[in-house]
């Protein structure tokens, strides 16, 4: 990478904002509204970011009958508490402010259902930030197979032909799925959800510790930046190389 993306594609949860517990508490009481086990707390962690419709089946052990009911009693909470809970990152709207200024164009690609990705980026003054929003079908049981994969497509859809380069950034293996699957890179941030080790394994270009690493790894001054052409490396404040 030569140059600052011209396309920056962001992920929501974890990447951009910080829930604050919104969401693995909003899960858990949910869960207990409708008499369900609740899974330990490492899994509902790992519950943030994929599908809640396939975290609840594949983690929670939901029955299928159910999942639309726990949905609803999630979101319910979500909408009335949870958004308001949630905190962009330190440094993170800096980072994305610089990026615009840089004429990039800057999108949110996220697995939540597109019109609640809306309204959170609402909530937290972000929306104006971002060019366009990329996010699940309004019909949380219609499960999207293949990840991320294809809201990434939808995202460089929307673009086409008007950038030059472009790459993902996000918190979890599922992002950086996606963008492979898309022919882009994707670099990790290291203050999201993903387990130690996680996004290398996934072939993250670079696993960022915050945002001023994150400027940095876009590489702002035009020059190549070394970091972002190894797959696995983490930097930042006190981080080894892997």
């Not at 909408?79 to 980072?95: F, L």
């Not at 909530?123 to 994969?149: A, C, I, M, W, Y």
Request: hydrophobic content about 45%; overall charge negative.
């Amino acid at each position: 990478m030569t140059s600052a993306p011209r396309l920056v594609l962001f992920d929501l949860d974890g990447t951009l904002v910080d829930p604050a517990g919104a969401i693995t508490g909003g899960i858990r009481a949910a869960l207990l509204a409708h008499g369900l086990a609740v899974p330990a707390a490492e899994d509902l962690q790992a519950m943030v970011g994929p599908s809640l419709a396939v975290s609840l089946t594949s983690i929670a052990q939901v029955p299928p009958t159910l999942v639309g009911r726990v949905m609803a009693t999630y979101r319910a909470g979500y909408r009335a508490h949870g958004m308001a809970q949630s905190r962009p990152y330190p440094g993170i709207v800096e980072c994305v402010e610089r990026l615009r200024a840089q004429g990039c164009r800057v999108a949110v690609a996220t697995q939540k259902p597109e019109w609640l990705a809306e309204e959170l980026l609402e909530v937290q003054g972000l929306r104006s930030l971002f060019d366009s929003v990329h996010g699940s079908p309004r019909d949380e049981t219609t499960v999207l197979l293949d990840g991320k994969t294809s809201i990434i497509a939808a995202a460089l859809r929307r673009y086409d032909g008007a950038y030059d380069e472009a790459v993902m950034v996000g918190d979890r293996r599922h992002d950086v799925e996606g963008a492979a699957a898309n022919g882009l890179g994707c670099i990790g941030v290291s203050w999201g959800f993903a387990a130690p080790g996680e996004l290398e394994a996934a072939g993250a270009l670079v696993v960022v510790a915050d945002a001023a690493d994150l400027v940095k790894a876009l590489g702002w001054s035009g020059r190549a930046k070394a970091a972002v052409a190894m797959p696995g490396r983490t930097v930042g404040p006190g981080r080894p190389e892997a």
